[in-house]
């Protein structure tokens, strides 16, 4: 089976927006065609990337991981060693690029975990791109280091306080702004989802971690891994390292999603798993979204604010429906479980959203043969995390330190 980047996938797909945004679409979708035919720009890309942001990034051996589940040999693409902390940054710097060709002076954005805001703050100081990213409150607080980070870099941080207060009230705020500002803004969406051409765009982009990882396995191992495992929010990460290797039928590719409080419960972002979501249009695409019978936006509930989302890619809901890829469910507790036995067995912090794909590799890991491998995409790395790490361990002596800092608020001297 071959992916070809179209305005569909199957019935998956589309773009259903206001006639304003027609023009900045269509503007879009033909400079996005021309940068993929120019080899010029992939190879400015990967120097960026090189330069900037620490690409390629390393396949990691999790020796003491593989020894304490005892079956496949469990390595990890290390994307949480990224500038910025995810795989994030790859298609920020792509559509960064893309919106000096077409003129733009400001660039705004959604974020839920807060990774994706920071790196587009990071290349609008970069690029020279006047900044507004759009995060729901709920996810501000829970991510809070990273809105610090945002404002620091110059971006201005708009919360939002109305609806589910998360990803999806972030995504409809910025397309409220992109209607009004057309002209000057580029509106660099953060994953493989939304109106065509962004979910084949954000997908291309990505697939510099597949290309980089293939390349990995041939010359290190000689062979492909058996599986690929890796967290689903809009489905930029895992469309990321998967494209490379939907060809080959013998790897085998897992995307997991967030169970939540549950796969029974109503506290979940499950739309492939389990039937749980259901064909729908809406933030101008079609594809599986978690919604009640009269096609009203349900809410979802992860510890994972970047997994924590409505939709889905359409390129993912297509390839799930061809049984290209498997999917799996994860919860709290579980990816909780996996972040902390990673920390101490491989001294890796990673971030709530990849303990998802690691809970998934350790379910697995002990079934499968010594001499198959599992490739974890590590999409992003811990810090961001430090406040619900501290909550959910229930960590006393970091609470104490919380409060004592709360209380002492000093005045700058500089
Ligand atoms: C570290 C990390 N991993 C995974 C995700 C999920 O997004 P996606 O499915 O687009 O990779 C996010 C989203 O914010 C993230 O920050």
Partial sequence: MKLKYDSYYGSFGGRFNPEILHGVFTELTETFEKVKADNNFW???EKILKNY????TPITEATNLTAHFKGAKILIKREDLNHTGSHKIDNVVGQGLLAQRMGKK?????????????AVATIAAKLGFSCTIY???IDAKRQRPNVFWMEKLGAEVIEIKSGS???????NEAFRDWVNNPKDTHYLLGTACGPHPFPSLVAWLQSIIGKEAKRQMIKDYQKLPTKIIASVGGGSNSLGIFQEFIEHKEVGLVAVEAAGLGVDTDNHSMRLTANKGTVGIAQGYKTLFFQDEEGQMRKT????AGLDYIGVSPILAYLVEKKRIDCAAISDK????AAKLTMRKEGIIPALESAHALAQAFKEAPK???????LVNLSGRGDKDIFNFGDLFFDKKWQTFIKQKAANQIESKI
């Fill in 301 to 304: 509930h992860s510890i994972a």
């Fill in 43 to 45: 190879l400015e890309y």
């Fill in 53 to 56: 942001s620490g690409r390629p």
């Fill in 368 to 374: 499968m043969d010594k001499k198959d491998i599992i």
């Fill in 165 to 171: 207060r998360t990803l999806k009230e972030a995504i």
């Fill in 334 to 337: 579980e990816a909780l479980i």
């Fill in 106 to 118: 400001r660039l705004i954005a959604e974020t839920g975990a807060g990774q994706h805001g920071v």
């Fill in 135 to 137: 995060m729901g409150e």
